[in-house]
Every structure is written in structure tokens, then in C-alpha cells.
């Protein structure tokens, strides 16, 4: 197989996994958590997103979180922006980078941020024009591209209309999202075999949830068609808040752990990564998704059991 020999791990858990949180975790905790991410090898981290706080109050301390973080260098800390509202006050907090996002149908765009697709077009053109303006990269997310909770199956014709869009608007990666993890490998590669007639395989990254188990596999199916570029969630936490049924992102540890097994590298400690996951657990108060981190509670229990320090 010809699977990429590194990948590139973007770490969306302070913002995809906190803002389906129904436990408010304090600003402090959000900080020292993307604090302590920034010293896993991660170089990239979507910290908070500027919606509005009636829509997503989890994350309504953005502006507060994105100005008390300590910036490393080599790292690109990240935010989530509907509109020139949440641009304008993104880029008072000095973000290095701007995420915009829309789905690729028309429903569940409006239920997540109350317009149609053609409505929403015009919006996201200068939102990411403004900043780019300000020197600001933009990627972009394509919700719902292969089911949606609302209209169900999606027609990847839709999902290359609008990356293209987006693209043309000057965006430098699509992240292509199975918002309520309902993708097969199959239907991971009929869209992605539909989009690579029309865009080059370095334009795009993956964003799956994981929802029925099928997280890892798609991420195997997008290797082998090229993909360099995949979101996780530290903890495997995560999920829309305006998609039905939407649960975590892959887990970064569980994806971690099956690049490195295979020889691919991220630069990412695994090891680091389970550590936040745990600190993240004990912070909401239940158990969270990811297998990598049930594997590392199990080791600990044992050892300790036989009384062995390590
Ligand atoms: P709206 O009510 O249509 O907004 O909401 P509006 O433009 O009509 O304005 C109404 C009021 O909202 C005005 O205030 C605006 O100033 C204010 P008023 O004059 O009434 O006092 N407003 C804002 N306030 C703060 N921040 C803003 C903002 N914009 C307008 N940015 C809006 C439209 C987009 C704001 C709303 O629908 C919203 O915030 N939606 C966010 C939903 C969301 O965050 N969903 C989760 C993220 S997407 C996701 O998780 C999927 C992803 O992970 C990929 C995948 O998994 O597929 C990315
Ligand atoms: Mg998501």
C-alpha cells in the first residue's frame, strides 16, 4: 500500500469536543488543557469557535480563552467562525487561523447556522476574504458530506459543488466531515475518488466522528487514497450540537496509535495525549470514549494491583 509516511494530526478537541459539553468546564481548565496539548508535538490546534454563545454556550468564554493561552511557537492555534461577527472578534484575540464551516446540505445548514446553503455562500466569501486580508490562512469544514441527520444520504456532487466554492474563495483545506460518523470505507471512497477528479488529493483533510465505530477504518480508506491531513479530538470527545445523533471525533490517541503502528509519522507523543485525555475525563466527570485511553486505565489498574511502581 502507498499510505503517506507522515501525517498531519489537527486537534479539534477544545473546540468540536467541548462544545457539545453539557458540563460548563471552567476558562481555566480549557487554557492548561490547550496548554498542556501544545507540549504533545501537535502543530496544529483548533482552540474555541465565535458563534454565538445562545447557540453554543460551552464555548462562550472564546474570547477569553484564546487571549490566556500560552502561544508556542511552530504551533497554529486555531477558531471556528460563521460569520464577520465571530471574524471580527477571532482576530481581536490574535488566532492564527481561521476555520469557516457550512454543510454540504441544505437542512442541517440551517439548523446549525440558521441559513441555506445559497444564503450562507456570499457570507463565508467575505468572511474569508476579510481574513485573509488580515493574513489570516482559512480552512474550511464541508458538514454533513456523506449523511445528514436531517435529508440522510448525501449526493457527493453536492459535497465537490461546495468545496469548490470554498476553495475558490481562497481557502487553503477542505475538512471533509462525517458529522454523525455514519460513513462507511465504502462511501469514504466513492466521494473522495468524486472529489479527486476535480481537486488535488493536498487540498483535503478528513474529519470523522466516531459515533458507530467507524472512525479508524474511513482513516484507513482515505490513506490509501492519499490523505495526509485528518481532524481527531483528544478523549475521542466531541460532537455537533445541532446534528441529531452526532458523537466524538476519532479519538487523536486511537489515531495515533494506528499511524505509529504502521510506520507513519505525526510528531505527536501518544503518551501526552492520553494523559490530557485523562486529565479532560476527570474535568467532566465521565468516562470518555477513546479505546487508547481504556487501555492505559486497565495497564495502570493492573500494575498497581501487583504493587509494580512503574
Ligand atoms: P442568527 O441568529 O441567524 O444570526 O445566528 P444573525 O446574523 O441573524 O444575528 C442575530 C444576532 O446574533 C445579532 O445580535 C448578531 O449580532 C448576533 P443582536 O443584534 O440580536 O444583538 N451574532 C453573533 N453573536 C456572536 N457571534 C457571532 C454572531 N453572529 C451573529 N458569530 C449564527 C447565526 C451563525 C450566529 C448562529 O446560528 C450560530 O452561532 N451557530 C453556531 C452553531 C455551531 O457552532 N455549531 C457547531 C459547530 S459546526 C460543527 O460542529 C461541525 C464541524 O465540526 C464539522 C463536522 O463535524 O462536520 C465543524
Ligand atoms: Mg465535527
Known sequence: MNWPTHVTVKEVGPRDGLQNEKKLI?????TNWIDHLSESGLRHIEITSFVHPK????LADAKDVAKSIQRREGIVYSALVPNQKGLEAALETNVDEIAIFMSATDTHNKKNINKSIVETLPILRQTAEEAIKANKPVRAYVSTAFFCPYE???NPENVRKISESLLEMGVYELSIGDTVGTASPLQVEETLKHL???IPVNKLAMHFHDTRGTALPNTLKALEMG????DSS?????????APGASGNTATEDLLYMLHQMGIETGISEEKIIKNAL???TQIGKSLPSKSLKAYKGRISTLSKKGDKR
Open 26 to 30: 471552567p476558562t481555566t481548565v480549557k
Open 55 to 58: 447557540w453554543v454556550p460551552a
Open 152 to 154: 440522510g444520504r448525501t
Open 196 to 198: 479527486l477528479k476535480n
Open 227 to 230: 490523505i495526509a491531513a485528518f
Open 234 to 242: 483528544c478523549g475521542g470527545l466531541g460532537g455537533c450540537p445541532y
Open 279 to 281: 486529565f479532560m475525563e
